[in-house]
T-cell receptor, first 113, second 113 residues
Framework: DSGVTQTPKHLITATGQRVTLRCSPR?????VYWYQQSLDQGLQFLIQ???????AKGNILERFSAQQFPDLHSELNLSSLELGDSALYFC????????????FGEGSRLTVL | AQSVTQPDIHITVSEGASLELRCNYS??????LFWYVQSPGQGLQLLLK??????LVQGIKGFEAEFKRSQSSFNLRKPSVHWSDAAEYFC???????????FGDGTTLTVKP
């Protein structure tokens, strides 16, 4: 158990819909990262938050947004969903240090029909 | 920009045989390097990491990796593979100071009885 909790574990929805994925980082971790894992794109960095503020942005679509709340949990919002958004979405957390390793949740599997 | 290449998409070894998974990275500064393992339906788990010092690092589950700056490589090794090692393995290069990590496309390991 990494200490990172993601909900829901599985989600099936239709094209055009909107979903919210939730992540609770390890206790004490200030940084939260979102990654998308799909068969054709591999593990792609989407966005990072540090202590409530956006820190870095990767290949995140404009239809996607995220935020980190004062209690440090984070949400990833995916809207106007397309078939190609079907993927496994991982949240990871890390403390502010130079050790650098990420602790991953088990992921939220999104299926868009 | 940093990048990671894992040349082998899929490797099959017999149980008890030795294993080497290749990883090449591109990064402008001193790299923070990681190997993670992902079992089916699970998140990624850290196997080992390199930041500085001894270029041969030991990890969990009997794995080790060697950092070779001249070759920009960080290959993962295990002397004797067990059936439970069958999984997908990801090499990653990370930015310090809680920056993001960039992952390779992964190598899927199959272990033959």
């Amino acid at each position: 158990d990494s200490g990172v909790t993601q909900t829901p574990k599985h989600l099936i929805t239709a094209t055009g819909q909107r979903v919210t994925l939730r992540c609770s980082p390890r206790s004490g971790d200030l940084s939260v990262y979102w990654y998308q894992q799909s068969l054709d794109q591999g593990l792609q960095f989407l966005i990072q938050y540090y202590n409530g503020e956006e820190r870095a942005k990767g290949n995140i679509l404009e239809r996607f947004s995220a935020q980190q709340f004062p209690d440090l949990h984070s949400e990833l919002n995916l809207s106007s969903l397309e078939l190609g958004d079907s993927a496994l979405y991982f949240c990871a957390s890390r403390r502010t240090s130079n050790t650098g390793e990420l602790f991953f949740g088990e992921g939220s599997r999104l299926t868009v029909l | 920009a940093q990048s990671v290449t894992q040349p082998d998409i899929h490797i099959t070894v017999s149980e008890g045989a030795s294993l080497e998974l290749r990883c090449n990275y591109s990064y402008g500064a001193t790299p923070y390097l990681f190997w993670y393992v992902q079992s089916p339906g699970q998140g990624l788990q850290l196997l080992l990491k390199y930041f500085s010092g001894d270029t041969l690092v030991q990890g969990i589950k009997g794995f080790e990796a060697e950092f070779k700056r001249s070759q920009s490589s960080f290959n993962l090794r295990k002397p004797s593979v067990h059936w439970s090692d069958a999984a997908e393995y990801f090499c990653a290069v990370g930015e310090g100071n809680a920056g993001k990590s960039t992952f390779g496309d992964g190598t899927t390991l199959t272990v033959k009885p």
